[in-house]
């Protein structure tokens, strides 16, 4: 049996790095959103025993170093199933983006193989293993807007925003994390960052209690609340390290801006960018307008939770 599942990116909306912690992580405080953009993973039981991942793409590892290999060998065991399963990952995300996409696939699979072993994880223990396989895979577990702290692993639905047309650009650049972080460390002393925490919690809080003021949201309101995210000044720490290595990545970020976002922001380590428009129309034109000059870049559209999981499953 085969299984079909649509692997959703996410953007964030915001992100303050903190002092590293004993087991080597960084305190985080995010606010995730998943958006349309997705690769395709298709998951396939059959008789024998092993793990077998293919993707077209050269990049993306076939052994147990791959995200999605290490959450089949947890689950099956948790599961007690047997059985040769067989990973096709369809590549449509960048990979080194920001866009969570390896995290995605992780998770798309675990959401496959219960479907093709007609068994389920409880709750908790989905949450509890994708956290030891990656820190930003419980949030493809929520879908929609949530709120990650810790090292970004602990994940708590927000209510949703409504659906906002952004635009993606993905500069030809590979962003490693764990390096960005590195770079990180060597800018700020720890009571900056800790400083640096309260002051994106405050913005936060002062953003997220506003929008939700209403039923759902103030009556008569005239703007999308995820685009008062530019009033509640709420930024990417990763931004002060990652641009001036990358000044391209610098440039996309005016570039999206110039073109008519409301919002725009590097999202996790990059190297992908986004823009939130205030329309379709807004969004197609600027699409339209950065290809012109170059950029790689695509419209998509903030997923809702209750979307992301009505249109997870293909098949």
Known sequence: MTVIVRSFAKINLGLCIGARRDDGFHELLTIYQTIGLHDVIRVTIGRGSGIEIQCADPRVPRDESNTCYRIVEKAMASLKAKGRVTIEIEKRLPVQGGLGGASANAVAVLLGLERALKKSLPAQERLRMTAEVGSDLPLFLVGGTILGIGR????????????????????????????????????L??????DRMIELGRGLSAWLGDSYSGAPFRRGRRENPLLELVRAGIKNDFEQVVFPEYPELSEAKRALERAGA???????????????????????????KLRKQGWAAQVTVTLPRREYWKRSFVR
């Open 189 to 194: 002393t720890l009571p900056q960052a800790s």
């Open 152 to 187: 970004g692993e602990q994940v708590y639905p927000l209510e949703d925003f409504p659906a906002t047309p952004c635009v993606i650009v993905t500069p030809e650049v590979g962003i490693s994390t764990p390096k960005a972080f590195a770079a990180w460390d060597g800018k």
């Open 262 to 288: 409301k919002y725009a922001s590097l999202s996790g380590s990059g190297s992908t960018l986004y823009g939130l428009f205030a329309s379709k129309d807004a969004a197609s034109a600027a699409m339209t």
